[in-house]
């Protein structure tokens, strides 16, 4: 089942965001904290929003987290409109295989639709043969042409000085 993350659910997305800075051999630059993700998703004024797949825990108690999507607005200036950028989809290893991946990202399709958002977008890391494959087999296509920039640490703080 897919639903909208709910506090409660933060130690899970938490160690979900772990699990895929693990996966992408990242873990030494995730430094997040539950106490982040919470002011993030719950605070005063959210940007950023999630999904969760949730299974049944086996003593039938309650519910597993087992994947999520965090994702926030884009804006298209050449459409006018909004757009959904996917930052981390991620389902647990343990778990894959049984449509998490495709239902969360049908569940961000729906909210493009519902809202009238013309684009749902993210990134993988070219090395990521298995998301590619899943993510061209539901109709996302590469944007091969266009590259990444990105500026942290002492580069953006260098030209942060360069403002009026």
């Known amino acids: 089942m ?3 993350v709910q506090i409660e659910d933060v130690p899970a997305i938490v160690d979900l965001i772990y699990g895929l800075a693990e996966y992408e051999k ?14 993030a998703l719950f605070g005063p004024n959210p940007a950023v929003f999630g999904h969760v797949a949730v299974e049944a825990t086996p003593d039938a108690a309650g519910e ?4 999520m999507a ?10 006018g409109v909004h757009g959904i950028y996917l930052e981390d989809l991620y389902v647990r290893p343990d778990r894959r295989g049984g ?4 239902a969360l990202l049908a569940a961000l399709a729906r909210e493009c639709a519902t809202h009238g958002y013309t684009r749902l977008g993210w990134e993988v890391l ?3 043969e298995p998301s590619i494959g899943f ?8 944007r091969d042409e266009w590259t990444n920039f990105r500026l942290t640490g002492a580069e953006l703080a260098a030209l942060a000085e360069r403002a009026d």
């Open 70 to 79: 965090l994702w926030f607005l884009s804006f298209s200036t050449w459409d």
């Open 99 to 102: 449509g998490h991946g495709t």
């Open 26 to 39: 990242l873990r030494h630059e995730c430094t997040v904290t539950p106490e982040q993700i919470e002011a």
């Open 135 to 142: 993510y061209r087999s539901i109709g996302a296509r590469s």
């Open 126 to 128: 070219d090395w990521n």
């Open 64 to 67: 597993e987290v087992v994947g």
């Open 2 to 4: 897919i639903r909208r």
